[in-house]
């Protein structure tokens, strides 16, 4: 007889969950009646630790897999069962502007962090973030999130990616053989990691600021031990043929 393993809230003594609760099987057919709906599944997480450990065990996985099919199986082709850093941070990452705050990690101004509906993160993109001698790795990399009007630091532009592999990547290689220091206080908003600031490591090419549409000396960007990256760059303005184009 095959047993199913069974799940005992810890939250507390008063939780309802000891008055028992749906069984996972439901509420797998709830969620994915929801569209594995990412603040339906963050709302849930809050309820108690059993919810917490469903959630990060199943419902975000099925949401990462369901956003972004190809993405998931080519980050897992490897033979790995697990994303680096586990699921519940790279459906964050999928979902999540960061912004940044005064004396933080990336500008000294305060952009709070969003919910970002729909993002595409592209593995061609990811190239043009690469050294020539790292161009082997596969980096996934978003369109920016643009923030413009910030005042004297102009259109700013927030991307996020994520690693294949980083353990074993060239970039981890290289960061190692320069004796780069990890962030000593900062660490990832995703997966709370340390952080390599890949600008003090001059791992930054130039083709990632063409890519971005974006100043070559204003962008920065950072990689955490689970092959997050975050980064942030100012943006070129629209040239006069791009605005009436919009316009119309």
Not at 206 to 215: D, N, T, V
Request: charged content about 20%; glycine content about 6%; some cysteine.
């Amino acid at each position: 007889m095959i047993l199913t393993k069974q799940y005992r809230c810890v939250h507390s003594a008063s939780c309802q969950c000891t008055k028992g609760h749906l069984s996972e099987d439901v509420l797998f057919l709830v969620f994915h009646h929801l569209n594995w709906n990412p603040k339906l599944i963050a709302t849930l997480s809050c309820v108690c630790k059993w919810f917490d450990d469903l959630a990060k065990r199943v419902l975000w996985k099925e949401f990462c897999r369901t956003r972004a099919p190809k993405m998931m199986l080519d980050l897992q082709s490897s033979g790995s069962h697990s994303i680096d850093g586990n699921w519940r941070p790279l459906g964050k990452l999928l979902t999540y502007c960061s912004g940044c705050k005064k004396g933080g990690l990336l500008k000294n101004i305060q952009i709070p962090g969003h919910f970002v509906y729909r993002t595409r993160f592209s593995r061609t993109s990811g190239k043009s973030f690469l050294l020539p001698q790292c161009r082997n790795d596969v980096l996934y990399v978003s369109d920016p999130c643009e923030h413009l009007d910030q005042g004297e630091e102009g259109d700013l532009g927030f991307f996020r990616g994520i690693f294949k592999s980083f353990a074993t990547s060239n970039v981890r290689r290289m960061l190692n053989n320069k004796g780069a220091k990890l962030h000593p206080t900062e660490v990832c908003p995703y997966c709370k990691a340390k952080l390599w600031s890949m600008l003090q490591a001059n791992m930054i090419p130039q083709s990632a600021s063409c890519r971005l549409g974006s100043y070559e000396d204003c962008i920065e960007y950072y990689v955490c031990l689970n092959g997050h990256m975050l980064g942030i760059c100012t943006l070129l303005p629209l040239s006069e043929s791009e605005e009436a184009s919009e316009k119309d």
